[in-house]
């Protein structure tokens, strides 16, 4: 029998994967890059609310704010990009720049055993997830990849032509904007479970990997849900025989899968 912090950590990384195919959207989009914009942005969203529970306990979820700033985040990223690149790299950096100034500014203010909580938003331990964390996980990603599936073929001509498509009539923008909130819940989500650490590497460098390995957006989509549970495992299974940080295991593991792919296509050139 495992046991039940592994087993928690088993699933957690399943439904974790599951939101790694719409980061190949995203990936297509010319947009992964928001999903560590989105991570951070947390951070001063859970500074922000531990703030405002202190104040008002019974009124004040911090997660609300968490996802409150994520949502927000990626809303104005959607419709900053519609401008051009220079004007979503200038708006992803303002609000890098609030979010880390709220948390800095806000954590020095807070109790000890409060900075812990906000802290938690930043490294935590995926051996920790709670039955609560796991019943999170599941539905964001469940939501996610059935998202992903659904508008699949929606998702594939904003990426490549948006203004053939809204010229036949697809409303680019209302998918646009689902594409990046529907990001931004599962990151949220994922943040609060692990952490900003093993999120950005968990959901990006699989992502990022199943781009080298092929160009067919079928398999990539795949391949990247694969490598990102088998990083899971992975890390889950070398955490336990070296007695190291499983979190750390994991983001080392995917981190290694992306070095083999990207070397692997070098090689093949």
């Not at 989009?29 to 104040?55: C, D, F, K, N, W």
């Not at 469940?142 to 203004?163: L, S």
């Not at 479970?193 to 398999?219: C, D, E, F, Q």
Request: with cysteine.
């Amino acid at each position: 029998m495992f046991d039940p912090f592994i087993l928690r950590a088993i699933m957690g990384t399943f439904f974790m994967s599951l939101s790694v195919p719409i980061m190949v959207i995203m990936l297509l989009r010319g947009s992964l890059y928001i999903t560590p914009e989105i991570s951070h942005a947390a951070l001063g969203g859970a500074a922000l609310g531990v703030l405002l529970q202190m104040i008002s306990p019974v009124l004040v979820n911090p997660f609300l704010i968490v996802l409150l700033f994520c949502l927000i985040t990626a809303v104005l990223a959607a419709y900053a990009g519609r401008s051009g690149p220079q004007a979503l790299g200038a708006m992803l950096s303002a609000l890098l720049a609030i979010s880390v100034t709220i948390y800095a500014v806000i954590r020095s203010w807070l109790p000890i055993e409060k900075k812990i909580l906000v802290d938690g938003y930043l490294i935590s331990d995926i051996l920790l997830l709670s039955i609560i964390d796991l019943l999170s996980l599941a539905i964001a990603s469940i939501i996610a990849f059935t998202i992903t599936i659904m508008f699949y073929r929606e998702f594939i001509y904003i990426c490549f032509d948006a203004d053939t498509a809204e010229a036949l009539g697809l409303r680019v923008k209302l998918y646009n904007i689902l594409l990046f909130v529907t990001t931004s819940i599962a990151v949220a989500v994922i943040v609060k479970a692990v952490g900003v650490l093993l999120s950005v590497t968990l959901l990006t460098l699989p992502a990022a990997a199943s781009r080298a390995l092929t160009r067919s957006i079928n398999i990539m989509l795949l391949a990247s849900f694969i490598m990102a549970l088998l990083s899971g495992l992975a890390g889950i299974a070398l955490s336990y025989q070296l007695n190291i940080p499983t979190s750390g295991a994991i983001a080392l593991i995917s981190t290694a899968i992306f070095l083999i792919t990207h070397l692997t296509r070098l090689k093949r050139r």
